[in-house]
Structures are given as C-alpha cells and as structure tokens.
C-alpha cells in the first residue's frame, strides 16, 4: 500500500506526528520521540496519544477542520490552483500557520 502524499504534523513546534494518504484512506501517526517526551498533548480529544497508527476512510474531522472556510478557502483554492473538493491538498498547503497549535508542513517527495 503506496502513500501518495504526507505531512509533518507540529504542535507547539515540536514533531508530533505525519498524516498521509493512501489508496484506502489517511493514516495518522504519532512520532515515537514525541511520545515519550517530558510532556506530549495529543493533536486532538478524538486522537489521543498512542503507539498504533490512526486509521480513516475520510480525512480526520480534526484535521479537516483546520482547513479555512468562507473567502480564505476561496483565496487558498484560486492562489495555489487547488480543487477544493482535494482536502487533502488544502490541509497541505493552507496549513503551515494555523491560529491553534497544530500545523501541518508537506513532505517533500
């Protein structure tokens, strides 16, 4: 099972984890080294810390709601040329600078 596309997931600037897609969905997965740190927090409630991947069909409410809505998502579509039915490519790129903790750097192929 090939991944296509993969992002470095940061939260409060530390390596926390990679999000990636794949022909049967997205995976979730939390950096070793970020969970045994002094103090992790996991990326959300609904994905607590844990060894084992996170496995979905769709993209991770969590991470789908870090997407903007409204005329930012219309600006992030029409500069970066971007379907915006791809979430996956919108949580790439428009990402990188979230207000919360938690952003997402794409990883080069």
Known sequence: ???FRKGNVY???EWAGVISENDEGYIFKYNKNY???ESPSPVSLTIPLREEAYLSKVLFPFFDGL???GWLLNVVVRNWKID???RFGLLLVACKDTIGNVRIMEVDK
């Open 67 to 69: 997407i903007p809505e």
């Open 35 to 37: 969970l045994t740190s």
């Open 11 to 13: 939260i409060r600037n």
């Open 84 to 86: 915006i039915n791809d």
């Open 1 to 3: 099972m090939s991944e």
